[in-house]
């Protein structure tokens, strides 16, 4: 038998074999799996890397963790040979609060907290031990759920309005989609940038213009590709809203308590708005009260003071709810809070009316540059001259009480005449039409 094919047995032998096998595939009685969990984690969640070793596990064995792509950068490394249950940490990690772990029951544990868009990638469970190397590798999928869009309408002229959507904090790049009232698809229409932050997260601005009459709702989808999930938020465009009062005019007498109508009716909050009363004549202008609201408070629609309180009133995160009203007003102004406001009742009273208050009242209401107003027209009466008024009044009554009472003794007066056979009644008739000629002279002052 030649040398060569001396060689090619001993290499084919069962033992050489397994030996050859042992060095290329290492030991089949033992394995190593990884996996995540959650499959698909949310930015803030908590993440676990776990690493099993399964079958015959060498005596003295090594688990390092690390990500694919940063192998420089070590998870975590633990050996068996220091009597520690514990993973040893081997050098740094992106989080203030480092990752954490254990080895127990042949499972080496990695948790990541808070999870970031830069955690997601390939990582990488590597065991050794008497000279036998394993590996198994599992993958981290992050995915943000961004903030619900801010819909606004920006501008409104011409039967057409501009209407804007924005939202943050998106994982991977999401799909921006406009829907009218019927359901249809019109992002055709919409000028839509996004753009990467600091976080490498998503931000979407995206504008959208559209006639009025086209539709009474609009709809702006933000959709996560990764999630198949998506956040919504509508506006209604047509009837955005508006201001009404039942009576367009009031008399009062001076000392009287008045309350001016205004009542706001809207299909749709808008996130912030601006309500106000002013005086607009006769003489200069004055703005009696402003109130503005914004949704990001808590505030809004919630008062501790009952359903009424002065204006001076001041919301109690001023940073968002603003109230205001002029000195002269102070104490002379209220209007509606709690659930009268709630019912869009923003009606403004005045305590103890004078004359210098009569004159032209309006209320307004701005949002997303629409404005709407109307003109309440207050009209007062003097104390004295409305005390003359009701002595007139009275005397009236007087006199036409006076006058049925004659009338009813000078029929019964006919009706006895008649019976004794006098026909003659005509004093008494000639005697009434003097005293009804005199009344009239007198009401006629």
């Given at each position: 038998m030649s040398l060569v094919s001396r060689s090619i047995a001993i290499l084919l032998s069962p033992p050489m074999f397994y030996i050859i096998g042992k060095w290329f595939w290492g030991d089949s009685d033992f394995a190593v799996t990884a996996h995540v969990d959650p499959e698909i984690a949310l930015l803030g969640q908590v993440v676990m890397l776990y690493?099993?070793?399964?079958?015959?596990?060498?005596?003295?064995?090594?688990?390092?963790?690390y990500k694919w792509e940063s192998q420089n950068k070590t998870l975590y490394f633990y050996n068996s040979t220091e009597n520690s249950s514990g993973l040893g940490r081997s050098g740094?990690?992106?989080?203030?609060?480092?990752?954490?772990?254990?080895y127990r029951n042949r499972i080496a544990m990695v948790k990541l907290f808070p999870v970031l868009v830069e955690d997601r990638g390939q990582y990488v469970c590597a065991v050794t031990g008497d000279g036998v190397y394993k590996e198994a590798i599992t993958k981290v999928i992050v995915a943000g759920f961004g903030s619900a869009p801010r819909l606004t309408i920006e501008h409104q002229q011409n039967n057409s309005s501009t209407l804007r959507c924005t939202s943050r904090e998106w994982y991977p790049q999401p799909e921006v989609r406009w829907t009218d009232s019927s359901g249809q698809n019109i992002t055709a229409l919409a000028e839509t940038r996004i753009q990467n932050d600091m976080k490498e997260l998503y931000?979407?601005?995206?504008?959208?213009r559209i006639a009025d009459i086209?539709?009474?709702?609009i709809s702006c989808i933000i959709i996560n590709p990764l999630l198949k999930r998506h956040r919504e938020k509508n506006i209604a465009i047509s009837g955005f809203f508006h201001v009404e009062a039942k009576h367009p005019r009031i008399t009062a007498v001076t000392g009287e308590n008045v309350i001016l109508p205004c009542q706001l009716v809207t299909n749709y909050v808008p996130p912030s708005m601006e309500l106000q009363w002013r005086k607009v004549g006769p003489g200069k202008e004055k703005t009696i009260y402003i109130y503005h609201y914004d949704e990001s408070s808590s505030w809004v629609n919630f008062y501790l003071h009952g359903d009424k309180c002065p204006m001076s009133y001041l919301s109690p995160n001023e940073a968002n709810n603003k109230?205001?009203?002029?000195?002269?007003?102070?104490?002379?102004?209220?209007?509606?809070k709690g659930k009268e406001f709630r019912r869009g009742n923003i009606s403004l009273k005045l305590n103890n009316i004078q004359v210098e208050d009569e004159g032209k009242y309006v209320c307004s209401a701005t949002a997303n540059w629409l404005h709407?107003?109307?003109?309440?027209?207050?009209?007062v009466i003097e104390q004295l001259k409305g005390e003359i008024a009701g002595t007139r009044n009275e005397l009236a009554w007087?006199?036409?009480?006076?006058?049925?009472?004659?009338?009813?003794?000078?029929?019964?007066?006919t009706s006895?005449?008649?019976?004794?056979?006098?026909?003659?009644?005509?004093?008494?008739?000639?005697?009434l039409q003097r005293v009804i000629g005199e009344t009239r002279r007198e009401l006629g002052k």
């Open positions: 690493c099993q070793l399964l079958g015959q596990v060498p005596t003295n064995v090594q688990v390092h963790w740094d990690w992106h989080n203030s609060d480092s990752p954490k772990g254990q931000e979407i601005y995206s504008t959208l086209a539709s009474n709702t109230e205001w009203l002029r000195k002269d007003y102070e104490k002379k102004a209220e209007v509606f709407r107003e109307i003109i309440i027209e207050v009209l007087l006199l036409i009480c006076l006058l049925l009472f004659i009338a009813v003794i000078f029929m019964w007066k006895v005449q008649g019976q004794m056979g006098r026909k003659e009644v005509f004093p008494e008739a000639e005697q």
